[in-house]
Structures are given as structure tokens and as C-alpha cells.
């Protein structure tokens, strides 16, 4: 089967940065996504890894270590808008189909 | 483009009552999704389409049924509502010819089954 770890709560202050982690197992792998979600929103998707290292889109990075199972998704320059659930998800197989973690709560503080 | 849209935003049902759930995108997308979301949890997949005229189950299928009535349009019905149904209903679409994982989802339907 497939299953997904990460955090339940970070909390972090304007302007800092902040790590969210995800350690998954997988049968067959073939990339792990983040998707961000405000509160009574819709998900939206932030990044995609495929291959190890690491992807830069603006303030947000994803980092992907294969042989370790894991990524994360790294926030730079935290703003109040940032606060929002940010979940992990990985293909369930050569599909289309992605399991997705629980999610991460992250509150920013002024 | 309006993206994915689902209709109705709220609903409240009575136990045993039926409903549809309707879902629909205007991006040339191949597959569609059914997710839940229960408070605090992530999103559980229902049913998926990967292409018009075919359906799967996801994780959690039982008490629903869908129709991929064509390539725009995906439905989820609920035959008998029960409590356990309480929860937001989000449908997704996403392209075969672009990056897999990459999945555009509607602003979700609340539902309370009491």
C-alpha cells in the first residue's frame, strides 16, 4: 500500500522560514506533489518533484531525496496569507491518481 | 475559462434521501476525480475517470456511484444518504498530456446528512 507522514501543526512568525516534511512509502514511485489549501478553499497545487533535488518557485521550494523517501516543501519570507494546510501527495502507480498525507496546519504569526 | 465548477455549493439531507453531486470542467481535461474531506483529514478519493467512458473506484467507493457523462462532465450520487456521508465534496480534473500530478480542483460541495 501507500501512505504518507507529515506534521499536523507548524507554526512560524512573519517573515521566517519554515520546513514542512513528508516521509511516504510507496509501491513504485513516480513523483510527490504539494498542494496548499485555505481554510474552506479549494486545494491548489504548489509544486511537483520527479527526479531528487530541489525546485524553486518563488518564495516556495521543494526538495525530493528518493533513496530516503522523503521531501519537503520549504517556505521562504512567510506572509500572514501563507497560513493555510499543505499537503504532500504521491501517483498511486503509473496513473493519474494521487494519495494524499493528512496535512500540515501552518499558522504564521505577526 | 471557469475551470472546474460543482454544483450545489451546500446541501443538507435527510437520511436515505438521494442526491447528485454535479461536476464540471472546460479545460480539455481526460481525467476527473471525486474526493472527501473529512475535518482535519486529507482528501480521500472516491471514484476517478481517466478518460470519457471509464470509471474506477479510489479509496473509499462504497455508497456512491458516478457517471462520466462525457469528457466535461463528471456526477457522484448518493443512492441512500447516511450520516457517515457528512462531508465536503471536491472534483478535480487534470490533463494526460501535462505534468501527471497536477490536478485543478473545484471550490467543493458541503454536505450535512442528518
Known amino acids: 500500500g501507500q501512505s504518507l507522514e507529515q506534521p499536523s501543526e507548524v507554526t512560524a512568525v512573519e517573515g521566517a522560514i519554515v520546513q514542512i516534511n513528508c516521509t511516504y512509502q510507496?509501491?513504485?514511485?513516480?513523483?510527490l506533489s504539494w498542494y496548499q489549501q485555505h481554510d474552506g478553499g479549494a486545494p491548489t497545487f504548489l509544486s511537483y518533484?520527479?527526479?531528487?533535488g530541489l525546485e524553486e518557485t518563488g518564495r516556495f521550494s521543494s526538495f525530493l531525496s528518493r533513496s530516503d523517501s522523503y521531501g519537503y516543501l520549504l517556505l521562504q519570507e512567510l506572509q500572514m496569507k501563507d497560513s493555510a494546510s499543505y499537503f504532500c501527495?504521491?501517483?498511486?502507480?503509473?496513473?493519474?491518481?494521487?494519495?494524499f498525507g493528512t496535512g500540515t496546519l501552518l499558522a504564521v504569526q505577526p | 475559462n471557469a475551470g472546474v465548477t460543482q454544483t450545489p455549493k451546500f446541501q443538507v439531507l435527510k437520511t436515505g434521501q438521494s442526491m447528485t453531486l454535479q461536476c464540471a470542467q472546460d479545460?480539455?481535461?481526460?481525467?476527473m476525480y471525486w474526493y472527501r474531506q473529512d475535518p482535519g483529514m486529507g482528501l480521500r478519493l472516491i471514484y476517478y475517470?481517466?478518460?470519457?467512458?471509464?470509471?474506477d473506484k479510489g479509496e473509499v467507493p462504497n455508497g456512491y456511484n458516478v457517471s462520466r457523462l462525457n469528457k466535461r462532465e463528471f456526477s457522484l450520487r448518493l443512492e441512500s444518504a447516511a450520516p457517515s456521508q457528512t462531508s465536503v465534496y471536491f472534483c478535480?480534473?487534470?490533463?494526460?498530456?501535462?505534468?501527471?500530478?497536477?490536478?485543478?480542483f473545484g471550490p467543493g460541495t458541503r454536505l450535512t446528512v442528518l
Open positions: 510507496t509501491s513504485g514511485f513516480y513523483g
Open positions: 518533484n520527479g527526479l531528487d
Open positions: 475517470s481517466a478518460s470519457e467512458g471509464t470509471t
Open positions: 501527495a504521491v501517483r498511486s502507480g503509473a496513473t493519474n491518481k494521487l494519495i
Open positions: 479545460m480539455n481535461h481526460n481525467s
Open positions: 478535480a480534473s487534470s490533463s494526460r498530456q501535462g505534468r501527471a500530478d497536477t490536478q485543478y
